[in-house]
């Protein structure tokens, strides 16, 4: 699909566009940067900060993937949105991180939505026990901005739309409760599954296999 079809596409549905570039050249994201985005994600910190580190600095980077706590100071300050953290054990060490290097780390609770055990996340209670947390201060240097969610992998849209369905009204609840600003950001929806994501309320699409091509993994 092109890049401006797909990123007119989500500015209509006031989403925002993370174009995934795990595996992907340096080349890769050139092309797409010369079109004018601006934020890329990625699941693998080495990864990350090599591109990082060769690419123009207004780019913002997402780190998406599954997040060691021992990797954490590696990744801090370095993503400007951390969309998977999926433990309380996490979240402490990204907050310690954090206010080593002076810094608010923004970032989004991962919540599991798919039946799939290698998918992640943070069930009903732990989300519960993390944003009241957060509401008594406990985090000062980190900011967090919302939810993301992977849907089980399967053409079946009856089985996505219900998990989407049970992420936004997660997400909704959570948001009533939120004492500080800015909890707004619901990303989910991915190359085969944003468009059911975008009816469900998404507010950021991570897309992948659809802009770049299929990974070749070695
Ligand atoms: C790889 C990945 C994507 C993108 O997947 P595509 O199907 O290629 O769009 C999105 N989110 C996460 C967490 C990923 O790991």
Redesign the pocket.
Known sequence: MSYQDLSQECRQANATLVA?S?TKPISAIEGLYAQGQRIF?E?RIEEMLEKKEALPDDIEWHF??TLQTKKVKKLIPNASLI??VDSIKLLDEINKRSEQHNVVTSLLLQVKIAKEESKHGLDATQLMDIMNGINKGGYPNIHCRGMMG?ATFTDDKSTVSSEFEYLKSTFDQAKRKATWQGFDTLSMG???DYKLALEHGSTMV?????LFGA?EYV
């Open positions: 995934v795990k994600g699941n998406i993937g969309h998977s992977m991915m190359s085969g991570r897309i992948g296999s659809l990974r």
